[in-house]
């Protein structure tokens, strides 16, 4: 590896990182828009590099300024990391290409650069924690990353947006200061925060109880910035008050970072070196992920506003994801790697529909969205096949993350059954709710001025269709995603005794 | 043309017509039925160009992709989903010209639409007619679902959306909770789900897992309408009639019961079944669905409601007698989809022509009609003949075999049923029968009318000679059927 490909881990941060004050000075109309997206159209390369490079079977390693761990400070970038920076970066990209016309009208133009340049913010703290190799560099980006999303989510016109974005804060507060509390008891009986480091040293440590407590902290912590059921509180009202284009790039990438942290933590450091501790793991996280499906896809059937009801079932979605997890085994994994990136896609493409209604339409409740997806057939078919995708039905690509999940749900027996019903009920509860969406938007008969709606503009349409038919193409070829995730399902579970 | 290129054409000329139609339906009508009948006709010429190679034993297939490891999307074309394949093609091209009189004459709404999903509809049909694994299966069986949605929400309006849904849900709830789980249990202990002749599941599986895996199947696959997953197929009879006729009595019911036959015979093989006790259920239940469904059509005021059961006891002929398990039923299920098909289009255009004519849907208003419309009426009457399996018609052909494999199995069971059910038929349609002939016409003044427009009338003319002519000519089929067996057939009388 030379040139400039054996930096690329730090340029996926540091760009976005530098362009953001930038921005702020961009002022001319439409200027720091082109910026941002580009900035992110090149982190999205960088991502879509990086994973050759992990693909070819190499983990990229590297230190900052040359100063070697655990003094300086290291970035590591393997196949898990490289999964979610292609969600991560595509996601922003996706949602900054559609996104123009959403934010003019949404965010007036004078505070549009500052805007943007918290878009950046987010960007480059969420890619700091993908690549940091070590416990406190993760909370830095955690802490930019999260200041800046509060800003994105209340910068809509929308005034309910403030409290929801208050308790987003407060609780994304206690989340962020259980995860320091945690990595403060590891430091104090480890005296590293590097990750691996830590591993190595733990081994050392003869009194385990802060180390327990520790993870303790850091899973809860975590679990709370990650919306696991019943820590969810926060996500349907900061989804629903968001700016549509926020709303698309943070449901598509914002809870699994945090769910990656608490992944790495907890599979690298502890499981190793607590006894009984994929045994407790398991067992905390599964009947709350069993919960989070039932009871997410639950309210999503009888809520009325639309995008609280796709936050609900992003709530439900979680719940797959970590069902998977608390498997411990290498199949389960994969599955819940794999549910990241097909949700992301799925969630993704409801989103950017979403936003193209968003435009035409006066207001986001089903009673006013009887009748209006007839004037905008395109908008609808992007609609319908994100939300086959979420249903899991085959052919799309969440039917390939519900499969292997149903397969790794075989392997547990007697239990298994039992999830195996769990994610059943779950998929036709999501039946249920995305028909909804279907007779109110299709079938009702139009009300208010729906009858005369105009399609949304052609580059809204043009990218929320290339997501859409990514629901297809990743459905009908999943090896890229797969490898990713089996790889990175396998790296993890190397930890384990 | 060789056989993959029929294959890979006869999914891909359905597509293509819903394209040339959707285009050709922005210019005129008339140009977007010729597109339909057009691409009917190709289809036809594809799917049927495959005949010879199987007959003279050949299986072609073709593999598209590989999406999982161990998992593809493949074809393969074998005796069964070959006829389903070219019966499915061939009353679509019948159930075309028909629509064209039906729809016009009803001067129904978003025609268009309409045209465009009967094709990707017959898309998934042969899909899953040709589809080699269980995968694949799926995949079409699914989109036949989704594809046949707005053909039942045609109208629109509450009551047809409520049928809809009920619809929608019962085959999606089904397929996603009881027919997924059942392939992906298959996958996980077989390591294939490829329909391999003899089954793949013997050794892995056993005990009462097996009768559990078989009810999955029966239960999931909801399109076959074994009670109690059947209320889908009476509320999907608010859908115009060429959908009750072409995709309720033929294509995606009987998808259903074609998916059962094919599990029973290709995943789990019939000598496994047949040794294993706990797999006896499956013919109770059909057995049971037979009579309840007959009892229940006896019932029925409705035209169309009454035909939507005398469909599901018909269908349940079809699981019974592969659920009988030997040789000779297992051709008796195959025969009996296709003569089924044949009555009971005719059945459902003649209830359609009649619609179109009169606007009569109810038993009551249809004293007398046949002197108004003695064409539409002789070919119902043919078509309630052959359901009740009288000679000289196609449900007489279907029985023989059915009851000669009872015979094999000393089965008497499906013996009495055989025969407590042809009576029921008897007792609802014969009365309609009389009715129609030999009552006085109560048609109330100023609403006289003749026969339905010619394209109606030609289709079910059409039809009714298929059921008449199947009764004489089904060598040819009976023979292609047989192989389905082949290596069983031998050493048994």
Request: include cysteine; proline fraction near 5%; glycine fraction near 8%.
């Amino acid at each position: 590896m030379t040139g400039i490909e054996a930096h690329l881990p730090v340029l996926q941060v540091v760009v976005p990182l530098l362009m953001a004050p930038l921005v702020i000075l961009l002022q001319p109309r439409g200027l720091a828009w082109a910026a941002t997206t580009a900035t992110s159209l090149m982190a999205f390369l960088v991502a879509v590099q990086l994973t050759i490079v992990v693909l070819g079977g190499q983990e990229l390693y590297y230190e900052l300024g040359g100063w070697s761990a655990p003094y300086g400070i290291a970035l590591n970038v393997d196949s898990f990391s490289a999964l979610l920076l292609l969600i991560l970066t595509g996601a922003s990209t996706l949602a900054l290409l559609a996104g123009k016309v959403s934010i003019d009208t949404q965010i007036e133009a004078p505070r549009q650069p500052l805007f943007y340049s918290a878009w950046l913010l987010v960007l480059a703290g969420l890619a700091g924690i993908l690549v940091a190799a070590d416990a406190f560099n993760i909370f830095v980006f955690m802490e930019i990353s999260s200041l800046a999303s509060y800003v994105l989510v209340a910068g809509g016109p929308d005034r309910r947006a403030l409290p929801a974005v208050f308790k987003y804060l407060v609780m994304g507060t206690i989340g962020a200061t259980f995860y320091l509390i945690g990595v403060g008891l590891v430091y104090m009986m480890t005296g590293t925060l590097n990750l691996l480091d830590m591993e190595a040293r733990i081994h050392e440590v003869a009194d385990l109880k802060p180390i327990l407590v520790a993870a303790g902290f850091i899973t809860v912590g975590l679990a709370l910035k990650a919306a696991v059921f019943p820590l969810h509180m926060w996500l349907p009202g900061a989804y629903t008050y968001a700016p549509h284009a926020v709303t698309v790039f943070l449901a598509a990438c914002a809870t699994k970072v945090s769910l990656y942290v608490l992944l790495r933590f907890d599979f690298v450091v502890f499981q190793q070196n607590l006894v009984g501790h994929d045994i407790q793991f398991a067992a905390f996280l599964m009947p709350l992920a069993v919960l989070a499906i039932l009871v997410g896809s639950a309210v999503a059937m009888f809520e009325t506003n639309l995008k609280r009801l796709l936050a609900y079932s992003s709530v439900a979605q979680i719940g797959y994801i970590l069902l998977g997890t608390s498997m411990v085994s290498v199949l389960g994994l994969t599955a819940s790697l794999l549910h990241m990136f097909n949700h992301a896609l799925a969630k993704g493409t409801l989103f950017l529909a979403v936003m193209c209604l968003a435009l035409r339409v006066t207001d986001l409740n089903f009673s006013h969205l009887a009748g209006a997806a007839r004037q905008m057939p395109w908008t609808f078919g992007a609609l319908m096949l994100g939300g086959l995708s979420l249903i899991g039905i085959p052919g799309t690509a969440g039917f390939i993350s519900k499969w292997y999940l149903i397969s790794a749900a075989l392997d547990e027996g007697l239990l298994g059954i039992a999830l195996i019903a769990v994610i059943v009920i779950g998929s036709l509860m999501a039946v249920v709710y995305i028909w909804r969406i279907v007779e109110t938007t299709w079938f009702k008969p139009a009300v208010d001025g729906n009858a005369t709606l105009s399609e949304a503009p052609l580059p809204m349409l043009l990218v929320t269709w290339f997501c859409a038919l990514a629901n297809l193409w990743f459905g009908l070829a999943p090896s890229l995603p797969l490898r990713l995730s089996g790889t990175a399902a396998e790296s993890l579970l190397q930890h384990l005794p | 043309m060789s056989a993959e290129t029929a294959i890979l054409l006869s999914l891909g000329v359905p597509v293509a017509g819903a394209i040339l139609i959707a285009l050709a339906g922005r210019i005129s009508p008339n140009l977007r039925e010729a597109a339909t009948l057009v691409t009917a006709a190709s289809l036809i010429a594809c799917v049927w160009s495959l005949l010879p190679e199987i007959y003279a034993g050949g299986r072609p297939g073709v593999q598209v992709s590989e999406i999982l490891p161990g998992i593809h999307i493949a074809f393969q074309v074998e005796p069964l989903g070959m006829m389903f394949a070219a019966l499915a093609s061939g009353l679509w091209l019948i159930n075309s010209i028909y629509s064209i009189g039906y729809m016009r004459g009803n001067r129904e709404q978003n025609q268009t639409r309409f045209y465009v999903m009967f094709a990707v509809s017959l898309t998934a049909t042969i899909g899953i007619a040709f589809s080699a694994n269980l995968f694949t299966l799926f995949l079409f069986y699914e989109m036949l679902t989704l594809s046949t949605y707005p053909l039942v929400a045609h109208k629109g309006d509450e009551k047809t959306i409520r049928s809809a849904r009920v619809y929608l849900g019962i085959l999606i709830t089904a397929s996603i909770g009881l027919f997924l789980p059942a392939i992906i249990w298959t996958y996980s202990v077989a390591g294939t789900g490829d329909f391999t002749p003899g089954g793949i599941l013997q050794g892995h599986i056993e005990g009462p897992l097996v009768g559990l895996l078989l009810g999955l199947f029966v239960f999931g696959a909801a399109k076959a309408a074994v009670m109690p997953v059947h209320r889908w197929l009476p509320a999907a009879m608010v859908a115009p009639t060429p959908v009750s006729a072409l995709l309720h009595a033929v294509a995606v019911v009987k998808a259903g019961v074609f998916t059962i036959t094919k599990v029973i015979v290709y995943i789990f093989g019939i000598d496994f079944l047949f040794a294993e006790p706990s797999s006896g259920w499956l013919f109770y239940a059909s057995a049971f669905t037979i009579i309840a469904a007959s009892a229940v059509a006896l019932r029925q005021q409705n035209l169309k409601r009454l035909l939507a059961y005398s469909t599901i006891a018909q269908l349940s002929y079809v699981v019974m007698a592969a659920a009988v398990l030997k040789p000779l039923a297992e051709v008796g299920a195959a025969i009996h989809m296709l003569a089924h098909a044949f009555g009971k289009i005719t059945l459902f255009f003649a209830a359609g022509a009649i619609y179109t004519a009169s606007k009569k849907t109810e038993l009551s208003q249809l004293r007398g009609i046949g002197r108004r419309m003695p064409i539409t009426m002789t070919a119902f009457t043919i078509g309630a003949l052959s359901m009740i399996g009288v000679p000289p018609t196609a449900g007489f052909v279907s029985k023989w075999y059915i009851l000669a494999g009872a015979f094999q199995a000393d089965n008497y069971a499906a013996l009495a049923t055989i025969i407590l059910s042809t009576a029921l038929n008897a007792a609802y349609f014969l009365p309609i029968i009389y009715l129609a002939w030999f009552e006085k016409d109560n048609t109330p003044a100023g609403k006289e009318h003749g026969e339905a427009p010619f394209a109606a009338v030609l289709a079910l003319v059409i039809t009714a000679a298929l059921t008449l002519g199947f009764f004489v000519f089904n060598a040819p089929a009976v023979e292609l059927e047989s192989q389905l067996v082949k290596p069983l057939m031998q050493g048994q009388p």
